[in-house]
């Protein structure tokens, strides 16, 4: 007999594990299904986030950075590291082991809760229907009340750069290298390729970063964009803007790369490895069956509402697979509004508030409005800006590079944007997003007291900056 379910979710990313737990948590029979298997068929929870995305790339960030730290700053310390040296295989174990305890936390989390974890691909067939194949080709049918679609996204190729072995390779591939690479070539200076650019880079790899684009991370507040490109390139990334990569061959295993440089000068350089990191693409695979009723945009995303409802009734997409930011937390509060939903509870999400950070070191982090958008819609906006290298913390931590910056609303006060390049920059712009939810003003977070010394301080300043009142540093004339 066909098994029925409340909710049947596919997918166990962020998003489907999350609203899987949910909506089991608010008592609904669910079921979530998954294809991924390792190399013995065991099925692995947690989608791209916990094991070739977000845990994975922050493992070999953290390695990284301790060992770039301990070569070229320790010293200053008094500490000296002389005869340090690298055992990449015991890194990349590391690595692998956190995945595993998170991937079967997910495990745990699903039998306490009562979610039934299911092996095999899914296919959404009409009623809610759901054909379940397992890995050695048997199919099952399931069917729900709701069905949750939260099939996630894949790295994009493009024809230039075809995947080859372990030296073309994705941001998979990139976090799996099992030697540091002399030279590494990057294309994408995008999140992901900043990233695994500085993993190698501080691992001791001579990093070229290829960006088509002639402005770097234009998506971030382009004071503190211009500031990150410096520290980046102090650090000896060699970011190549306005430069397209045209054609790749490989060679005795060596990369001969052909790109058109920011002059239009055709060139060619050779690399061990190339990481291609030029975005991602939403993924159904063959989840829709064309009797469901859905399809996918041009771009391969499943359309959905505000409230992730599909045009289909009780069909929800989540995640990476619908519009907004290809991001862990975005996927993941969506999983929870759509169980919230589902009991017919009033969950909203703010899609204004959603942080993003780069987690190079030092981070990148904002939320809100940067200072172009608020130009390009007008808004009389003032600013308030203030340098780790004026914060007593961070000197102490001898980590003082980059800023934070508050922007609000000239007529209210209200905080409309947090940016920062600096230590623990997604933690402190993640307290501008607390103030920003509730509304808060730059007088506000000026009237709140922060321990001393703590690099919380900045973001203190900064707002106290944006009414002229920084009391550590000069403040910057009024907008
Ligand atoms: P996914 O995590 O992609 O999960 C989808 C799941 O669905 C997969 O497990 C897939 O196997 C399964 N599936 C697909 N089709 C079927 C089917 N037919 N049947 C059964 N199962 C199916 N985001 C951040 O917020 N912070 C970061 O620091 C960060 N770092 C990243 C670093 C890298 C290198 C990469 C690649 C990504 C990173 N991301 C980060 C992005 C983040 O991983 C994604 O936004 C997130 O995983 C999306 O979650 P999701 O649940 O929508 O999809
Ligand atoms: P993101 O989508 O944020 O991961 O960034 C990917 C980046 O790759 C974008 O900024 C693109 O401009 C860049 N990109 C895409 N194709 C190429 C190419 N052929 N050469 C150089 N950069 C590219």
């Not at 989608?47 to 390695?63: D, F, H, M, W, Y």
């Not at 002639?214 to 490109?229: G, N, R």
């Not at 703010?350 to 950070?357: F, R």
Request: proline share 3%; with cysteine; net charge neutral.
């Amino acid at each position: 007999m066909e098994q029925k379910f409340d909710v049947i979710v596919i997918g166990s990313g962020p998003g489907g594990y999350v609203c899987a737990i949910k909506c089991a948590q608010l008592g609904l029979k669910t079921a979530c299904i998954e294809k991924w298997v390792d190399d013995k068929k065991n099925t692995k929870l947690g989608g791209t986030c916990l094991n070739v995305g977000c845990i994975p790339s922050k493992a070999l960030l953290e390695s990284s950075h301790k060992f770039y730290d301990a070569q070229k700053h320790f010293s200053r310390h008094g500490i000296m590291s002389k005869g340090l040296s690298l055992d990449i295989s015991a890194m990349m174990q590391r690595k692998n082991s956190v995945v595993s305890q998170l991937t079967s936390g997910i495990t745990g989390l699903f039998k306490a809760n009562g979610v039934t974890s299911i092996a095999g691909t899914a296919r959404l067939l009409a009623d809610k229907q759901v054909e379940v194949t397992t890995h050695d080709n048997k199919t099952t049918l399931l069917s729900a009340t709701n069905v949750v679609l939260a099939t996630g996204s894949v790295p994009i190729d493009i024809p230039p750069t075809p995947l080859q072995d372990d030296i073309i390779v994705n941001s998979t591939g990139a976090l799996e290298f099992n030697n540091v690479p002399e030279k590494v070539g990057v294309i994408g200076a995008g999140v992901i390729g900043l990233e695994l650019g500085s993993v190698w880079c501080r691992l001791g790899s001579k990093v070229t970063v290829f960006e088509a684009l002639d402005s770097f991370l234009p998506m971030v507040d382009q004071q503190i964009a211009k500031e990150t490109l410096k520290i980046f390139t102090k650090q000896g990334l060699d970011i190549k803007l306005s430069t397209k990569v045209t054609g790749s061959t490989v060679k005795k295993k060596k990369v001969h790369l052909e790109y058109q440089d920011s002059s239009g000068k055709l060139q060619k350089e050779v690399f061990d490895k190339l990481i291609v990191a030029v975005g991602r693409k939403p993924f159904t695979g063959n989840v829709l069956d064309a009797s469901c009723g859905i399809t996918t945009d041009d771009r391969g995303f499943i359309a959905v509402n505000d409230k992730c409802e599909t045009k289909v009734a009780n069909v929800y997409a989540i995640g990476d697979v619908v519009r907004g930011p290809m991001l862990a937390h975005k996927a993941s509060e969506e999983g929870i509004m759509v169980a919230e939903l589902i009991c017919n509870q009033k969950p909203e999400m703010n899609y204004d508030l959603i942080p993003s950070v780069v987690y190079t070191h030092p981070e990148v982090a904002w939320v809100g409005m940067n200072e172009q958008q608020a130009k390009a819609k007008g808004i009389d906006y003032k600013v308030g800006v203030f340098p780790f290298a004026a914060c007593g913390r961070a000197l102490a931590a001898d980590d003082s590079e980059g800023m934070i910056k508050v922007i609000a609303d000239s007529n209210t006060d209200r905080i409309i944007g947090v940016h920062c390049v600096g230590p623990s920059a997604a933690e402190l712009v993640q307290q501008g997003v607390i103030g920003m939810e509730f509304v808060a003003s730059a007088e506000d977070i000026a009237l709140t007291i922060f321990a001393h010394p703590t690099l919380s301080e900045a973001l203190h300043e900064a707002a106290l900056a944006v009414n002229g009142g920084a009391i550590h540093t000069i403040n910057r004339k009024k907008k």
